[in-house]
């Protein structure tokens, strides 16, 4: 049976695994950038469990760059550290990379937290302040536990009104705003919404 919920040793056990794993295949070190629930554990922000590790972008030659695909080895390996620990086949994905493409938040490198996991895989998690901004357009879009996650990180109304402002880059519509709006208010931030 597959284990769908990954807690912080859960975590912890597959990325090392996943270091050996790229060791052995004699890989180039993989740079990881990791939002979402996994980062949320990872860094303390929220305590709750996840089921898979989500890559925004990835470092290679030093910038920033598409995580899709990914590169062989990272994908071999992550296959066989989902066997080993009876993770789902995409435990690793790069089902954020939209968030790339459309463009991070300003300063958004500048923020990320590193975790060497060994020599040949390191962990950028994202920060607070990039999280509230993926979390509010995750809760606009979807609700459920992003609204949850959005509310245990505690924003100010300086945090929402900057993540609002990088919301309406990723959806340019009426539609979207209009909800963003709504959701700002049934958050308790009706004075942030005004401001859009």
């Known amino acids: 049976m597959k284990e769908k919920n990954i807690d912080i040793s859960k975590l912890s056990e597959a990325?090392?695994?996943l270091?050996?794993?790229l060791m052995l295949a004699d890989s180039e070190p993989q740079h990881l950038v990791v939002c979402g629930g996994s980062?949320?554990?990872?860094t303390g922000l929220v305590p709750r469990t996840t089921q898979d590790v989500d890559i925004v972008a990835i470092f290679k030659d030093c910038n920033l760059?598409?995580?899709?695909?990914f590169p062989e080895t990272l994908t071999n390996a992550a296959n066989t550290t989902a066997k080993l620990l009876s993770l789902p086949e995409d435990w690793l994905n790069s089902g954020p990379a939209d968030l790339f493409?459309?463009?991070l938040p300003e300063g958004f490198t500048e923020r990320l937290q590193k975790v060497s996991i060994g020599d040949y895989l390191n962990i950028y998690y994202t920060s607070r302040f990039d999280q509230i901004h993926f979390k509010l357009y995750a809760a606009v879009d979807r609700g459920g536990y992003h609204f949850t996650d959005l509310a245990t990180i505690k924003p100010t109304k300086d945090e929402l009104y900057a993540?609002?402002?990088?919301c309406t880059t990723q959806d340019v519509s009426e539609g979207f705003l209009y909800l963003l709006k709504e959701f700002l208010k049934s958050f308790g931030a009706g004075d942030v919404a005004e401001k859009l």
């Open 19 to 21: 270091n050996e794993q």
């Open 101 to 103: 493409r459309m463009g």
């Open 39 to 42: 980062a949320l554990i990872a």
């Open 15 to 17: 990325l090392a695994i």
């Open 65 to 69: 760059a598409d995580p899709d695909p």
């Open 163 to 166: 993540a609002a402002k990088w």
